[in-house]
């Protein structure tokens, strides 16, 4: 039984024996996510001081390159999964194609592949708002021993073996399931290491909080223009507040912590909404259901989707049960 304080050592340690699978491997690479995180947040955090540590392009006084976040976060990531040999195959938002890890010593004996956002929503960081890096992973299809293929990467949602996100905010936090519920730990910088904050995460079946941009109203679908008045409507417990950061897993992650629904639609600017099924939706849809909340495009399960390409995007609407449940109601009825 998780036990707060406790370390995510401890608790990776602890909990190995539930994980269905290997539990060895996956451990180490929690482990490796987390030390990676650790040296992200470092720079996210100083991303502030651009006029002491140079714009991006300068070369700081030890001479490197000083790098967009997102560029340096997608190297911090990759570089740490393949140097703990752990997966046999990596693919990153900021990556064309999937890279095949050659762990020529165990040539290809890894059995997990990782699929990574590594700094979503980095535009804020400009304007110091939180930002996050988003996880999702999978066993491998292909026989272990041969190189990684494209369809180890294109498998639905119900396949992932863990998922999670590190969201770069008041604090850090990093927050994953392995299929066994949703559990977050918060760094301590100090001393660098992570706690056990919140043991359990549920989302709240009903919640009062819905994040959309409504900048885009007038190009969504009719259920969805018709789901956000009913938000707004003076009626019982609404209408709703409307909290929308830009920032996919700052808005998941509070509307998780105290019920809401976060919705990004497709409409006629973009015909199937920004979002990426693969290493976005997908491992924040096993979340929410891990925390007993529900993520659609509107008509199917997220995670019942069958991925056709590796960057594909899907309208996402996810949060707590009933808020999705009816606004699945309103899509349906709009038809
Ligand atoms: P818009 C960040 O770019 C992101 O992928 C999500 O984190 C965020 O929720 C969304 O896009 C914001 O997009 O079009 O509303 O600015």
Redesign the pocket.
């Known amino acids: 039984m998780a036990s707060k304080n406790q370390t995510l050592g401890e608790f990776i340690i602890e909990n190995q024996s539930s994980f269905k699978y290997s539990s060895g491997e996956l451990s180490r690479l929690i482990n490796s996510i987390r030390l990676a995180a650790k040296v992200v947040n470092h720079e996210v955090n100083k991303a502030g001081l651009v006029d002491i540590i140079g714009a991006v392009g300068d070369t700081n006084i030890q001479g490197e390159n000083q790098q967009k976040l997102d560029v340096y976060a997608n190297e911090k990531f990759i570089r740490t999964l393949t140097n703990r040999n752990i997966v046999c195959g990596i693919a990153s938002e900021e990556e064309e194609n999937f890279i095949t890890i050659n762990s020529q010593d165990e040539n290809h004996q890894n059995k997990y592949i990782v699929l990574i956002d590594p700094l979503?929503?980095s535009?804020n960081i400009d304007v110091n708002v939180s930002v996050g890096t988003i996880f999702s992973v999978y066993r491998r299809v292909t026989p272990v021993g041969t190189p990684v293929q494209l369809e180890d990467f294109l498998q639905k949602g119900s396949q992932q073996v863990a998922a999670g996100y590190i969201v770069y905010g008041t604090s850090t936090m990093l927050v994953y399931t392995t299929g066994d519920g949703v559990n977050g730990f918060t760094l301590n910088p100090a001393i660098g290491s992570y706690y056990l904050s919140h043991p359990n995460i549920k989302f709240p079946e009903n919640g009062t909080i819905y994040s959309v941009?409504e900048g885009n109203y007038n190009h969504f679908p009719q259920g969805i223009k018709n789901y956000i008045k009913y938000c707004q409507k003076e009626e019982g417990n609404r209408p709703y507040t409307s909290r929308?950061i830009?920032?996919?897993?700052s808005?998941f992650h509070r509307n998780m912590i105290k019920g809401g629904i976060y919705m990004?639609p497709k409409s006629s600017k973009s015909s199937n909404g920004?979002?990426r099924l693969l290493y976005?939706c997908n491992p924040m849809a096993f979340l929410a259901e891990q925390a007993n909340g529900k993520a659609s495009n509107g008509f199917t399960r997220i995670m019942d989707i069958e991925p056709t390409e590796l960057h594909q995007r899907v309208p996402f609407i996810c949060g707590s049960k009933n808020m999705v449940n009816k606004a699945e109601e309103f899509m349906v009825t709009a038809k």
């Open positions: 979503d929503g535009s941009n929308y830009g920032s996919l897993v808005d990004y920004k979002l976005e």
